[in-house]
């Protein structure tokens, strides 16, 4: 039921129960069967809605339950007196001509009338206002939230539209020394440069992508740059077959093994390794990536990467999910390394994560 059919089914049903009281403690009162006493009744159930329907009218029109309380409170207080007065005025004279036995004993009838009608105006007001009142604050905190979302949306398509591959210019002259040497290789290269290049421009249309089509990416890359490094660079991807559907930021894992090239493999003397693994902890996605490498001053290091993994993380996940990278204790054998990792929090695969028997996508 809409909220015009719930209001007018209250109007019509409060003004008839109010009166149609009053009207059955007058017929036990007096057994005698009046009809201008109902005719009446009937008149005050209208009279009672049309003029509190103005009042609403009134108050939508001025947009009174925006105001402060200390301006509101004085305008319900002036309107129960006006709507209480003009049922004061209209009842006085007809129950002059009824009951004048009453206005005998009563020497001020007309300040019993306006506390009388006073007490149910301020009922109906009361209750009217303090409803739209609510429901305005209600209305403005949603709009907070959807501004709020909007601009926290916002700030992930930018983050997202940022990510674009550093490496382009050295892959074009990695794979121009192919074309003569193996035209082959050259072509597979172009294959997987292309693809880089579309994921990157994809990645500010598209909040997550499945962990493997974001391998499928990384594994692209590592090509490439395998082609620039050689045997100085060495590659390990090892995934928990239950994480592959699992969604991620798009280019996030690609910029992590960026980062791990550009900071770490490159500069080590004899070259090293990139290490991608992923596995479900705790109901948790967690990925781990792993390279040779000092880890030094994180913003000198990182760069733009670091700092965008874990906004883009908070933004998309909430505060559940973790991102951090620390440098991990030498064991001697592959000499310092560092370690990156990311933790996404169990809700990301109930909303995002794919049926793997049926093969469908679960939609929110």
């Not at 674009?164 to 050295?170: A, K, S, T």
């Not at 980062?259 to 004899?270: E, P, Y």
């Amino acid at each position: 039921m809409s909220k015009q059919k719930i209001y007018w089914f209250c109007q019509l049903f409060g003004w008839t129960l109010l009166i149609l009281v009053e009207y059955v403690a007058y017929v036990l009162e007096t057994p005698v069967f009046d009809p201008d006493m109902l005719y009446l009744a009937i008149a005050n159930v209208f009279l009672g809605i049309t003029l509190t329907h103005l009042y609403r009218l009134m108050i939508r029109r001025w947009n009174w339950v925006r105001l402060p309380f200390f301006r509101l409170a004085p305008r319900v207080l002036l309107s129960v007196f006006v709507l209480a007065l003009i049922m004061t005025l209209v009842n006085i004279p007809i129950d002059r001509r009824l009951f004048p036995q009453y206005f005998i004993e009563e020497p001020w009838p007309t300040i019993g009338y306006l506390i009388s009608w006073g007490k149910t105006m301020l009922t109906w007001v009361l209750s009217y206002t303090a409803y739209h009142y609510v429901e305005e604050n209600r209305n403005a905190e949603i709009e907070r939230i959807l501004l709020k979302t909007s601009i926290r949306e916002t700030e992930a398509k930018v983050l997202r539209s940022q990510l674009n591959p550093h490496f382009v210019f050295n892959a074009l002259n990695s794979i121009r020394a192919l074309v003569y040497e193996n035209p082959t290789n050259a072509q597979q290269g172009i294959t997987q440069l292309s693809n880089l290049l579309r994921n990157s421009l994809l990645a500010d249309r598209r909040k997550t992508v499945e962990l493997r089509e974001e391998i499928k990416t990384v594994e692209d890359y590592l090509a490439l740059e395998k082609v620039r490094y050689e045997d100085r660079l060495t590659s390990y991807i090892d995934l928990d077959s239950r994480t592959l559907f699992w969604q991620v930021p798009p280019m996030m894992l690609q910029t992590l093994v960026e980062n791990a090239i550009k900071h770490g493999v490159s500069t080590a003397i004899g070259g090293g390794f990139v290490e991608v693994r992923s596995s479900i902890v705790a109901d948790k996605l967690h990925i781990i990536i792993r390279n040779t490498g000092v880890l030094g001053d994180k913003e000198a290091s990182g760069g733009f990467g670091l700092a965008n993994t874990a906004q883009r993380l908070e933004l998309l996940y909430g505060p559940e999910a973790k991102f951090q990278i620390f440098q991990e204790a030498d064991s001697g054998n592959n000499g310092p390394v560092v370690c990156a990792e990311i933790t996404i929090p169990a809700q990301s695969e109930g909303l995002f994560k794919r049926n793997v028997n049926v093969k469908m996508m679960n939609e929110k």
